[in-house]
């Protein structure tokens, strides 16, 4: 069962405009919206996150916009640039006790200089 | 160091074949997770340590798969009779206490691949 649905699978934006990575989630139970960024070879690493006691979180050039009544969230890439080029993944944490992060299937950003 | 370290960065075996995966987390950090991600898609969960003990192994996908910590420090995924699979990249992360603001950090993973 898919429980962060991520789209779109791949997105090209041409350098300085505004790429939008789109996720949806069932489970009401999730209290932690993390976006993560991973780079050929390398680990995913925390680019911003958001609780869902906001609708927006800025920072810098990322913003998350969120939307509880939806169950959807989205993240924001302003003035994109070619060192943005990576995949982007949404992330969704229950509360209680179990701690892990689901994770949904990525979006691979190319931005063309 | 200061990252999260995992070992090997690659594997090679072959189907029926016995692999251990280590995972060195940032020091401090109790918390440990293993992680799996198959080509083009996203971290799939497989265990979570807090400290020594399997706090939630819900993830493993069956019982070829076995992670321990036995010193609440360094972590070995280990499993049992590869199969084809099982190819992917292993990922471990730590993160510090309890209560943290939910950021894991990864290691770059070790990439298995079961001929």
């Known amino acids: 069962q898919q429980q962060v649905k991520q789209s779109p699978q791949s997105l090209i934006v041409q350098k300085g405009g505004i790429s939008i990575i789109n996720c949806a989630y069932e489970n009401t139970a999730f209290d932690y919206f993390p976006w993560y960024q991973q780079f050929p070879g390398k680990g995913p690493a925390l680019l911003i996150a958001?609780?869902?006691?906001?609708s927006e979180k800025k920072e810098g050039r990322f913003t998350i916009s969120f939307n509880k009544s939806a169950k959807q969230f989205s993240l924001h890439i302003m003035d994109s640039q070619p060192g943005d080029s990576a995949t982007y993944f949404c992330?969704?944490?229950?509360?209680?006790?179990?701690?892990?992060?689901?994770f949904g299937s990525g979006t691979q950003l190319t931005v063309l200089p | 160091g200061a990252g999260v370290s995992q070992t090997p960065s690659n594997k090679v075996t072959e189907k029926g074949k016995y692999v251990e995966l280590r995972c060195d987390p940032i020091s401090g950090h109790t918390a440990l997770y293993w992680y799996r991600q198959s080509l083009g898609q996203g971290p799939e969960f497989l265990i979570y340590?807090?400290?020594?003990?399997?706090?939630?192994d819900s993830g493993l996908p069956n019982d070829r798969f076995f992670a321990v910590r036995p010193e609440g420090s360094v972590s070995t995924l280990k499993i049992q009779r590869t199969e084809r699979g099982d190819s992917a990249v292993y990922l471990c992360?730590?993160?510090?206490?309890?209560?943290?603001?939910?950021?894991?950090?990864f290691g770059e993973g070790s990439r298995l691949t079961v001929l």
């Open positions: 992360a730590s993160s510090p206490t309890w209560g943290n603001t939910g950021e894991l950090f």
């Open positions: 958001i609780r869902p006691d906001v």
């Open positions: 992330a969704a944490r229950k509360s209680g006790s179990a701690r892990q992060l689901t």
């Open positions: 340590f807090q400290g020594t003990g399997a706090a939630d």
